[in-house]
């Protein structure tokens, strides 16, 4: 079993609709990180968080430290935002490791 | 600061020759991680750095992969001998201290061994 857990696997959506992408993990984490990677290659970090909600413009990654699960929403989706969405939990102590899911590729259709 | 910086882009080479990547950490940052990314097994970590010491190489596929992070700011990754398997994206990734960590990912490095 993986120790992170993402789905769905792919997404297809038409323009302006609202997604959600989910993210479970079994192992103790000390962060929860959600990566977006796009066609070219490049991988960005969208967000990181260890508790609660966090929001930039239309993207939204909340986690549930109790139930071990994140979900990343995205509002008012547009062709732009079509890439891999890549989670990844990072466990401390004196590392920073990160172990990742195997990723959601998303389609958004005008 | 322009950001984490890898080198090459893309390389291609034969079965059996040496291949170095590199990579230069932004400014400040203390941790270095290399990762590999196939289709097959997606992202994985292959080994990583704090102070430019190596921390957990656990990841390294074998005895043919080796990473130096020989100062602060640089670290390279060689395959000797190289072989098709190894053909993947390989990317590093630099970090503050674990207190305040985030990951910047370099470009990567696409590798194609024939």
């Known amino acids: 079993k993986n120790e992170v857990e993402q789905s769905p696997q792919n997404l297809t959506a038409q323009e302006g609709e609202f997604i959600t992408i989910n993210c479970s993990y079994s192992?103790?984490?000390?962060?929860l990180h959600w990566l977006q990677q796009h066609p070219g290659g490049g991988i960005v970090s969208l967000f990181m968080?260890?508790?609660g909600k966090k929001k930039h413009g239309r993207l939204i990654a909340t986690i549930n430290i109790q139930e071990k699960h994140s979900s990343l929403h995205i509002t008012a989706s547009h062709p732009r935002d079509s890439a891999v969405y890549i989670c990844?939990?990072?466990?401390?102590?004196?590392?920073?490791?990160?172990?990742f899911g195997t990723g959601t590729l998303l389609a958004v259709q005008p | 600061d322009a950001g984490v910086i890898q080198s090459p882009r893309h390389e291609v080479t034969e079965m059996g020759q040496e291949v170095t990547l590199r990579c230069k950490l932004i400014?400040?940052?203390?941790?270095l991680f290399w990762y590999r990314q196939t289709m097959m097994r997606g992202l994985e970590l292959l080994i990583y750095?704090?102070?430019?010491?190596?921390?957990?190489d656990s990841g390294m596929p074998e005895d043919r992969f080796s990473a130096k992070m020989p100062n602060a700011s640089f670290s390279t990754l060689k395959i000797q001998p190289s072989e098709p398997r190894d053909s993947a994206v390989y990317f590093c990734?630099?970090?503050?201290?674990?207190?305040?960590?985030?990951?910047?990912f370099g470009q990567g490095t696409r590798l194609t061994v024939v």
């Open positions: 192992v103790g984490i000390s962060a």
């Open positions: 990844a939990v990072g466990y401390g102590g004196a590392t920073n490791k990160l172990i």
């Open positions: 990734a630099s970090s503050f201290p674990r207190d305040t960590f985030s990951a910047f």
């Open positions: 750095f704090n102070n430019n010491v190596p921390i957990d």
């Open positions: 400014s400040g940052h203390n941790s």
């Open positions: 968080l260890s508790s």
